[in-house]
């Protein structure tokens, strides 16, 4: 067709370009790339990754292998010599204290020399590494070589100094140096007789021998080698390579181990492809390096075998990486083939049409059964059944009352139904939606209720027909909060204790229980709540001991459901209740044990509530402390802090209460005032301290010559009054002598084991005998006091009307 318009052609580099900005836009990216491109990539990258890295591990590895095994030859070389050349040393200075050998060295008898040198180091050279052992002798400092047919080419260059400083200094000394059969060791020894140098013999050795017999790691080889300098004093025949500075001899390895490049002396170390070598330098006195010994390793097997390790290393990964990819890919096709359902019926589901997303519907009990129960619920309403929606189990068929099966079946996993539904989760998925879709519905009307009970918009409590525990945890939290807020503002502890009782009774239904309240400091625990105050159960034993209450004394819930042994004081038919109780912690300290009993059948329902019945407790701690502090807070305010005895604001608060009750009742109420004689002069000389300790001791004095009843109160610094309520008239006198002469008898310990005596002076007065009020009777008695300060102190003066000047009486 003329008209037609000519389609463009798309060449390959508008293929690649359009396919490269598709890759730079994730959004753009389709399942196939996501899911098979980009895991191919990242794990092609891993591969290549841990295949260097494996390859570069197993390198350094094996250099280090080999670095070790070469250190591990030199240490053994190190101690072999060491070893070696100490044993003769050793050797040398025993045949030089042998007195044979002095008495020959002496006489000169060459002969005689010989053969007692040759007898004594003949079984050192039996012994392995020492076959070249060999001696010399030396008469005096001008002979000029050994005597024994040894040859030394450098003696007069290199032995002959040490002979002369062996002859002199008297002592051993041993020098390396390079001869005719390579490097060798010889040790002089001076033979003494009477202080003086008899002779000087040496003992020589080659340490090819030495190390001949050395037993090296297996793989491992040496080669002698010495210095370019003292290439002179070997013998041509032993010489096997003329090496860059080092002269390898003796040696038939020498030429396939030496390395391509020379040794460095400074660094001693050389690693290359196939071979490895450390240097073990060897010196003279001097510390020049006549040579050493190269030890060698060839690593090819080696790095042959960590080759064939990192090629087995590749393939594996390689394997595993494409079997990861053919299942991404084999997974992929039936995710695609999922979502293009889903899209069709999420499309579908936009005009109302459901009918593509119920073709495929969970198989019903009716037909997985042939069911024909016509009494069956399901059977007249299959909408009721449940359809086991999740794949696994069922979510919420126990409270539906619907499914046929569970009394017949222990769990849902056994029933025909679920066989028959399970598979895989795409397939559930439907279901799954469309079972949440109308759970969440139910769910949003029961959180509608509970949230108009927590506002208190609804009188009626809603049941609700479900296993919900959410919703049920709702309800529950909504009667916590309203309990939390009618405690606020209480103020005494039995406001708490009350709406706690109705708690107990009305919210949770409980009919047996009891509340002990814990004073620590008193060590007591007294009920405070008892809705069966004719039940003996635990209150006669806690309140006599209170430490046997388990529950205060582990600070612990505790139980008679598990356990009935575990408290013995459960004191209840453990056949028919449950006991169990909870302490409630105030302070790090417990302050309140609640204790109910419940019947054993409904144990199970019960002990969901323990829970909350803790969540009420714990709302209560907060308000109980701080009335129980105001409590401490009023008491602390009306005690002395040091003595503990009742202070001045006490007193006027109980003599405003008391005063009437004396007045209709005539009572005689006796005053007595008392002071320490002289108590500054503890404080001048002793220090307050020692005031106070003889303060506290005074009180404990007067409280044992005093009744229960007795009021000891702290009036000034050391001033104290003392009410004796319903006394005998005039028996208050004779209580202040009890008290003055306990006192004037007491030895005051005053701390760093001094003790003092002291005396006290009393001032007496009664009412209504002496006064017509008790203010004016404490006055009287406080003026008797200081008649009695007047008249020379220690005494007890009652109080007469002449003491009084003023004219009002």
């Known amino acids: 067709m003329r008209g037609a318009p000519k389609k463009k052609k798309i060449n390959g580099w508008d293929k690649i370009s359009n396919y490269l900005l598709k890759i730079l836009k994730p959004y753009d990216w389709t399942l196939s790339f996501r899911f098979i491109v980009i895991p191919a990539v990242f794990l092609f990258l891993v591969v290549l990754i841990t295949s260097l890295f494996f390859a570069r591990s197993i390198h350094m590895s ?27 040393d050793f050797s040398a200075a025993r045949i030089a204290e042998n007195p044979d050998v002095i008495q020959a060295f002496s006489s000169r008898d060459l002969s005689l020399i010989n053969d007692l040198l040759k007898q004594s180091t003949d079984p050192i050279r039996q012994l392995p590494g020492f076959n070249s052992l060999d001696f010399c002798i030396y008469l005096d400092l001008d002979h000029e070589g050994p005597l024994s047919g040894w040859e030394c080419t450098v ?20 020098e390396i140096y390079v001869g005719s059969m390579g490097l060798s060791r010889i040790t002089l020894v001076p033979v003494i007789q009477d202080m003086k140098t008899a002779g000087v ?45 080092w002269i390898a001899y003796d040696s038939s390895h020498a030429f396939t181990l030496l390395p391509s490049a020379s040794i460095d002396s400074n660094c001693r170390l050389s690693l290359e492809r196939n071979n490895s070598f450390l240097l073990y330098p060897l010196m003279n006195s001097s510390g020049n390096e006549l040579g050493g ?32 990819i053919l299942t991404l890919f084999i997974n992929l096709l039936k995710i695609k083939q999922f979502f293009q359902k889903l899209k069709r019926m999420v499309i579908a589901s936009h005009s109302n049409d459901f009918s593509d997303r119920f073709e495929t519907d969970p198989v019903h009990c009716l037909e997985v059964l042939n ?44 029933c025909p139904v679920y066989a028959m539904r399970r598979g895989d989760e795409l397939d559930e998925m439907r279901n799954v939606i469309n079972t949440m879709m109308r759970l969440w519905s139910i769910f949003l009307d029961k959180s509608g209720r509970l949230l108009s009970k927590v506002l208190r918009t609804e009188s009626t409590t809603y049941h609700i027909p479900s296993l919900d525990d959410v919703a049920n945890r709702m309800e529950q939290m909504a009667n916590l909060t309203s309990f939390s807020h009618d405690i606020r503002g209480v103020y005494q502890k039995e406001e708490v204790y009350e709406q706690l009782k109705i708690a107990f009774s009305k919210t949770f ?28 159960l635990c209150k006669k034993d806690i309140i006599l001991n209170p430490e046997i209450c388990r529950a205060k004394r582990m600070s612990e819930e505790v139980s008679s459901a598990g356990n009935e042994a575990l408290c013995p004081y459960f004191n209840c038919d453990h056949s028919r209740h449950i006991r169990y109780c909870i302490p409630l912690v105030m302070g790090g300290q417990v302050g309140t044990v609640f204790s109910f009993m419940v019947p054993r059948s409904e144990w199970n329902m019960r002990r969901e509530q323990v829970v909350v019945l803790r969540k009420y407790m714990e709302e209560t701690a907060p308000i109980l ?7 401490v807070t009023r008491e602390q305010s009306m005690r002395d ?12 608060e109980y003599m405003q209460q008391y005063e009437p009750l004396c007045i209709r009742e005539n009572k005689t109420i006796g005053f007595l005032m008392a002071d320490l004689d002289y108590f500054k002069q503890v404080n001048d000389h002793h220090g307050h301290q020692a005031g106070d300790m003889m303060l506290k001791q005074v009180v404990s004095i007067i409280k044992e010559g005093i009744r229960s009843s007795d009021l000891l109160i702290r009036y000034g610094g050391e001033e104290f009054l003392i009410l004796l309520p319903q006394v005998e008239p005039d028996m208050s006198e004779a209580v202040a002598e009890k008290i003055r002469a306990k006192i004037e008898q007491y030895e005051f310990d005053i701390g760093d084991g001094k003790r003092i005596k002291k005396t006290i002076s009393l001032g007496v007065a009664e009412f209504p005998h002496d006064a017509d009020s008790m203010y004016k009777a404490i006055k009287f008695s406080d003026v008797a006091l200081y008649e009695a300060k007047k008249k020379g102190r220690n005494r007890v003066i009652r109080f007469k009307r002449e003491m009084w000047t003023d004219e009002d009486y």
Not at 155 to 174: C, H, L, M, Q, Y
Not at 306 to 323: D, E, K, M, P
Not at 521 to 535: A, G, Y
Not at 641 to 649: A, E, G, Y
């Open 62 to 88: 094996s250099q280090e292998h080999l670095t070790e095994r070469l250190h591990l030859g030199h240490s053994l070389l190190n101690n072999q010599f060491r070893e070696n050349f100490r044993f003769i």
């Open 201 to 245: 013999f040496g003992i020589h050795i080659s340490l090819n021998s030495i190390l001949f017999n050395l037993d090296l790691p297996r793989g491992m080889t040496m080669v002698p080698v010495v210095s370019d300098e003292f290439a002179a004093n070997l013998n041509p025949a032993l010489i096997s390579m003329d090496y860059a500075g």
């Open 155 to 174: 003696r007069n260059e290199v032995i002959a100094p040490f002979v002369e400083k062996t002859w002199k200094s008297r002592d051993g000394n041993s």
């Open 371 to 414: 069911c024909h129960n016509e009494e069956c619920p399901v059977y007249e309403n299959p909408a009721l059944v449940c359809y086991l929606e999740t794949g696994s189990e069922a979510i919420s068929p126990r409270w539906r009352d619907t499914c046929i099966f569970l009394n017949k079946y222990e769990d849902c996993t056994n």
């Open 641 to 652: 802090p040091l003595t503990h005895c009742q202070n001045r604001r006490f007193l006027d």
């Open 293 to 324: 010994v190269i030890l060698g390793i060839d690593h090819s097997l080696i790095t042959s075998h960590n080759q064939a390790y990192w090629r087995y290393i590749t393939i594996i990964s390689l394997c595993f990486g494409l079997a990861i």
């Open 509 to 536: 239904k409980i009919d047996h229980f009891l509340l002990f309240e814990v004073n620590s400091s008193q060590n007591r625990m007294s009920p405070v709540l008892d809705s069966h105050p004719d039940d003996v």
């Open 625 to 631: 402390t701080t009335l129980r502090l105001l409590e």
